[in-house]
């Protein structure tokens, strides 16, 4: 058998000595088989390095070809599936992978207190894989003990395979975007702790706040336009000089905005802001706002891609960059 091609069923079977019917009960652990048959298909398996269809194997025993999308929320308010542009990227990043192959999408919004037992019986259902849009690393890691078919979207426990941007890189390439522009007096509103995607944005702000010999000016808040609006409230209290602000969303970017307007400082003129991740809130406000771009829908064909392949090998890292997107909501200060 050529190297170049993988292993098929029947090879096992060949290889076995045994019907095809007898290789595919064994494989799927179903009954009608000997003891001294199940060895010798499971030889055949390992000496071929044989891999399952999955979807092959979830029509064979009746179950939904289904892609399973959970995503824990970050303390956000009721109704944050809906209202963080996020979670609409990711499923269209992932429905055009999925036409044609009569598969379905199943999206599970959990909140972070009731997760745990979700993620148990969410696992005992899955058949082609679930992708992780937004989860901690605990009940990531704990999900990947029970299903392999996982990938995340997201930073998470070193086992679990992820397609990733480069979130600590983005924040650090947006503060030097400011600095660049001759902004000085830089501030940054960050995420919730509990999003590694935010935690890892505020390790790339505060890089740039080293390199470039900067204060350390910053607010924490919840992904939301409330959020950023009240956060940058209660920076311009503390620090009524600030001439730029790195906001670690789209939307809470778009309540700094308001507040700066709020309060009578122009956008760009007298405080430049940037946001993180281009989405369609990065152009509902006004002036439209740089940020840098998320590659959210890349990702998500990514993983996708890798479950479809069953080529998921744990730890398994995919890095996609953030790249900056410049609009009317920067620019040089005016004097």
Same mark, same amino acid.
């Given at each position: !058998?050529?190297?170049?091609? %993988?292993?098929?069923?029947?090879?096992?079977? *060949?290889?076995a000595g045994v019907s095809r019917a007898t290789a595919s009960r064994v494989i799927n652990n179903a009954p009608g088989a000997s003891g001294l048959l199940r060895a010798r298909v499971h030889e055949a398996v390992a000496e071929l390095g044989y891999r399952p269809n999955e979807a092959a194997r979830?029509?064979?025993?009746?179950? #939904?070809? $289904?892609v399973d999308v959970i995503a824990v929320s970050c303390n956000l308010p009721g109704g944050w599936l809906g209202s963080n542009p996020y979670y609409s990227r990711v499923?269209?990043? !992932? !429905? #055009?992978?999925?036409?044609?192959?009569?598969? %379905?999408?199943?999206? =599970?919004a959990l909140s972070h207190e009731s997760a745990a037992e979700a993620l148990?019986?969410?696992?005992? /259902? $899955?058949?082609?894989?679930? $992708? @992780?849009?937004?989860i901690t690393p605990a009940l990531a890691a704990r999900f990947h003990r029970l299903c392999r078919r996982v990938v995340s979207l997201v930073p998470t426990a070193a086992t679990v395979p992820a397609m990733v941007a480069d979130n600590a890189g983005g924040a650090y390439a947006a503060v030097t975007? @400011?600095? /660049?522009?001759? *902004?000085?007096?830089?501030?940054?509103?960050?995420? #919730?702790?509990?999003s590694t995607c935010a935690a890892d944005r505020r390790i790339g702000h505060l890089r740039a706040v080293q390199r470039w010999g900067l204060a350390d000016v910053s607010a924490d808040a919840g992904f939301t336009r409330e959020g950023g609006y009240q956060a940058?409230?209660?920076?311009?209290?503390? =620090?009524?000089?600030?001439?730029?602000?790195?906001?670690?969303?789209?939307?809470?970017?778009?309540?700094? $905005?308001?507040?700066?307007?709020?309060?009578g *400082? *122009?956008?760009?003129?007298d405080v430049s802001v940037i946001g993180f991740d281009d989405s369609v809130a990065a152009i509902c406000v006004n002036p439209p706002l740089t940020t840098m771009r998320l590659p959210v829908e890349e990702m998500a064909a990514a993983a996708v891609r890798l479950l479809l392949s069953g080529d998921i090998v #744990?730890?398994?890292?995919?890095l996609f960059p953030a790249e900056l997107v410049e609009r009317e909501s920067t620019g040089a200060p005016k004097s």
């Open positions: !058998m050529s190297r170049s091609k %993988q292993p098929t069923i029947d090879d096992v079977a *060949r290889v979830a029509l064979a025993s009746g179950r #939904p070809r $289904v499923l269209a990043g !992932m !429905m #055009p992978l999925l036409e044609g192959t009569g598969a %379905q999408l199943r999206v =599970h148990d019986e969410i696992s005992a /259902g $899955v058949t082609l894989g679930a $992708v @992780l849009s937004d975007h @400011l600095h /660049g522009l001759g *902004r000085r007096r830089i501030a940054a509103i960050h995420g #919730p702790a509990i940058a409230l209660a920076l311009l209290d503390r =620090h009524p000089d600030l001439d730029a602000v790195f906001v670690a969303c789209d939307l809470m970017a778009a309540g700094v $905005v308001q507040a700066l307007t709020a309060c *400082r *122009r956008v760009p003129e #744990p730890g398994h890292r995919s």
